[in-house]
């Protein structure tokens, strides 16, 4: 597709469940970012790459969580043992490239979570 | 700290009226600064950039201006429309800062009603 796709587009779970939220960015983008949304708020940094690395992870809230992107392109980012708190939408964006250019992000729509 | 401050927090206005949103940074150095529009339950749009230089720019009914002295930058919607009715981010892009270099504000929520 031409932007960035992001599934399940809505995630209800149960408290101390595992859940897996998946994105694919556009295609020839570098630069992937992961966001976390509550309503009424502004996006909140949880982590980015730079090709297949983590090239920064300090936005993630605990251990619980923990993202990939083993081939530079897809990107999941995986919750363990999920709490109320993290009910939220999980917002992924991506750039033609961090370093340089115009830093226009292109969001998909996002993945609402909600635990239960 | 590098910050991103927007205000009001929240507006409702009436259709066809005018509005000025702003947007106030401790951002330093800087590279550029971005507005994005969010609908309910979509992702964040760009609706303009503004670079160092730049103290202007318009984008249909949109304009944004930029005043890098006193870091402060504002979005005024003319003859708003109730597809206006959106939360408006501002983003400043910090040149090899971390967060990915971006800085983002809280958002204004903007209501227009009939």
């Known amino acids: 597709g031409a932007g960035v796709s992001q599934t399940p587009s809505n995630k209800v779970t149960e408290k101390g469940k595992y859940v897996e939220l998946r994105c694919d960015p556009i295609?020839?983008?570098?630069?992937l970012y992961w966001y976390r949304q509550s309503l009424g708020q502004g996006p909140e940094f949880l982590i980015y790459?730079?090709?297949?690395?983590?090239?920064?992870d300090s936005g993630l809230p605990n251990d619980r969580f923990f993202a990939v992107r083993p081939e530079g392109s897809v990107s999941t980012l995986k919750i363990q043992r999920t709490e109320r708190g993290d009910s939220a939408v999980y917002l992924c964006?991506?750039?033609?490239?961090?370093?340089?250019?115009?830093?226009?992000?292109?969001f998909g729509e996002g993945s609402r979570l909600t635990v239960l | 700290k590098n910050q991103v401050e927007q205000s009001p927090q929240s507006l409702i206005i009436l259709e066809g009226k005018n509005c000025t949103l702003q947007?106030?940074?401790?951002?330093?150095?800087?590279?550029?600064l971005r507005w994005y529009k969010q609908d309910t339950g979509r992702g964040p749009v760009s609706l303009t950039i503004?670079?160092?230089?730049?103290n202007t720019k318009s984008n249909g009914r949109y304009t944004a201006t930029l005043d890098a002295d006193t870091k402060q930058s504002s979005l005024h919607i003319t003859a708003s429309q109730l597809s206006d009715s959106a939360s408006y981010i501002c983003?400043?892009?910090?040149?090899?800062?971390?967060?990915?270099?971006?800085?983002f504000g809280k958002g204004t929520k903007l209501s227009v009603k009939p």
């Open positions: 503004m670079t160092f230089s730049e």
């Open positions: 295609s020839g983008h570098t630069a």
């Open positions: 964006a991506s750039s033609l490239t961090v370093l340089g250019g115009a830093g226009e992000l292109f």
């Open positions: 790459f730079q090709g297949t690395g983590a090239a920064d």
């Open positions: 983003v400043v892009k910090v040149p090899g800062g971390s967060q990915g270099n971006l800085i």
């Open positions: 947007c106030n940074y401790t951002v330093s150095p800087f590279s550029n």
